[in-house]
């Protein structure tokens, strides 16, 4: 699952972003990648890894969410249902 977030411009500065993907590894875990930065100019990529599906999904939801919260909004999303917010 990934879900691309944008925050909106403030003065001449590019817009930011954060680019969630949750997928499986070789070895039957789950890597939780955040990919953040400016677009147009550089990138920093951050991995987490998880033994299992769930405490992997719980850590993607969560990361969202904490974006959604700074101001960040979704412009993309692709796989299985990023956007429900849990309470």
Do not use: C
Not at 15 to 26: F, R, S
Not at 39 to 65: H, P, Y
């Amino acid at each position: 699952m990934r879900v691309f977030l944008q925050q909106i411009p403030v003065g001449p500065e590019p817009p930011k972003y954060i680019q969630l993907t949750l997928q499986p590894d070789l070895f039957g875990g789950w890597v939780l990648l955040r990919e953040t930065g400016h677009i147009g100019g550089r990138s920093q990529l951050r991995r987490e890894l998880f033994l299992d599906e769930a405490q992997a999904t719980t850590a993607f939801e969560k990361a969202r969410d904490n974006q959604l919260k700074r101001g960040f909004q979704v412009t993309f999303v692709s796989g299985s249902a990023p956007l429900q917010r849990t309470p």
